[in-house]
């Protein structure tokens, strides 16, 4: 059962007007200059059939805890969590959230100087002042103590959450929240995923940041398990 995303009654929506497009399991919430609920549901339900059929062609592309072969023929929301997930190697599903988020955030900043699209933790923010993330760690004692300071850009960046003590996603790892920042929110899903994976305990965190930011295209990492905490790269808290 998903557990109710009652944290978002915290979100200071500032000026930008948030909604919640839901279309089956897609269920995010998204904020942008004015509403636009109707161009937000379309787009969703436009990228959940690109994924779906495509895994009535490919079905183990939806099981495999492996990075999947690459497939000229794929549409652009596929072909990117397969590029993604390989470059974190892990599964392609494991970038599903984020790269929804990412697709979605994109597609919308054509109708929307500011965006945010959130889905699960799994974050894509385009905004023209600084925003604030709280780290949600489930039982930790420093869950939601812990604040992203994510600056403006003239690049969209995504923000995500993996967890291997909350949750419904399949974990390997025991953290209570690896949070990885990438301009791609595809591939911050999928670093978070498999960086959690290698969480077992504290004595994991050191090893486990390391091993992140090998991988290309991830700026920065938080770790949380317990009351311990790691972080690496370019990430900035408030």
């Given at each position: 059962m998903v557990e109710p995303r009652t944290y978002r009654n915290r979100i200071r929506a500032g000026r930008l007007e948030f909604y919640?497009?839901?279309v089956a399991e897609t269920d995010l919430y998204?904020?942008?200059d004015s509403n636009l609920y109707s161009v937000a549901l379309?787009?969703?339900i436009k990228y959940r059939i690109n994924i779906e059929n495509y895994i009535k062609?490919?079905?183990?592309f939806r099981n495999t805890?492996?990075?999947?072969?690459?497939?000229?023929f794929a549409p652009p929301i596929v072909k990117e969590m397969i590029f993604q997930s390989k470059e974190a190697g892990v599964g392609p599903m494991a970038s599903v959230a984020g790269?929804?988020?990412?697709?979605?955030?994109t597609d919308l900043l054509a109708f929307s100087e500011n965006v945010i699209v959130e889905n699960g933790g799994d974050d894509f923010i385009k905004t023209t002042e600084d925003a604030h993330v709280a780290v949600f760690a489930g039982a930790s004692p420093l869950s939601e103590k812990i604040v992203l300071k994510i600056r403006s850009r003239s690049i969209p960046?995504?923000?995500c959450t993996s967890s291997g003590s909350i949750g419904h996603s399949l974990s390997f790892g025991r953290a209570d929240a690896v949070c990885v920042v990438s301009d791609s929110t595809a591939l911050a899903d999928a670093a978070a995923t498999a960086v959690c994976n290698r969480v077992k305990d504290e004595k994991d965190i050191r090893k486990a940041l390391e091993w992140g930011m090998r991988v290309e295209g991830v700026r920065g990492i938080l770790i949380i398990i317990k009351d311990k905490m790691g972080l690496i790269g370019?990430?900035?808290?408030?």
């Open positions: 919640n497009p839901c998204v904020g942008t379309d787009i969703i062609i490919n079905p183990a805890l492996a990075p999947f072969p690459d497939d000229p790269a929804m988020s990412h697709f979605v955030g960046t995504g923000v370019d990430i900035e808290l408030a």
